[in-house]
């Protein structure tokens, strides 16, 4: 069975780091834009970071200088480094990929896909806190 599986949230206060991982089982990472996403509760799904087929890298403006996105395609495993968090950062988090064999995929089309739109991989999610 195929799956997209998160790990590394959990409660932080503001100013502090955390490191998701998501690994994929069942399918490999090459020929899929990746990426990371959040909801907020009331709000609509956020793209924060992509990698895209082209190897292009996105990150929403609230995110640029504090987080990082990296694979690594041995592991098969995508992170997302985030420091300097702040309180607007809670939400959970999940990672995405959609597959692309043509290698044309920017990171910013895999992050601004509508809020409705179902990607090829998905997973649960991992909540991540950030309070005082």
């Known amino acids: 069975q195929s799956q997209f599986v998160e790990s590394g949230g959990g409660l932080v206060q503001p100013g502090g780091s955390l490191r998701l991982s998501c690994v994929a089982s069942?399918?490999?990472?090459?020929?899929?834009?990746i990426g990371w996403f959040r909801q907020a509760p009331g709000k609509e799904r956020e793209g924060v970071s992509c990698i895209g087929t082209d190897s292009s890298t996105y990150y929403a403006d609230s995110v640029k200088g504090r987080f990082t996105i990296s694979r690594d395609i041995a592991k098969n495993t995508v992170y997302l480094q985030m420091n300097s968090l702040k309180p607007e950062d809670t939400a959970v988090y999940f990672c995405?990929?959609?597959?692309?064999?043509?290698?044309?995929?920017?990171?910013?089309?895999?992050?601004?896909?509508?809020?409705?739109?179902?990607?090829?991989?998905r997973g649960q999610g991992t909540q991540v806190t950030v309070s005082s």
């Open positions: 069942g399918f490999t990472l090459d020929y899929y834009a």
């Open positions: 995405a990929a959609d597959y692309d064999r043509f290698g044309v995929t920017p990171g910013q089309n895999m992050c601004g896909r509508s809020a409705t739109y179902r990607y090829d991989y």
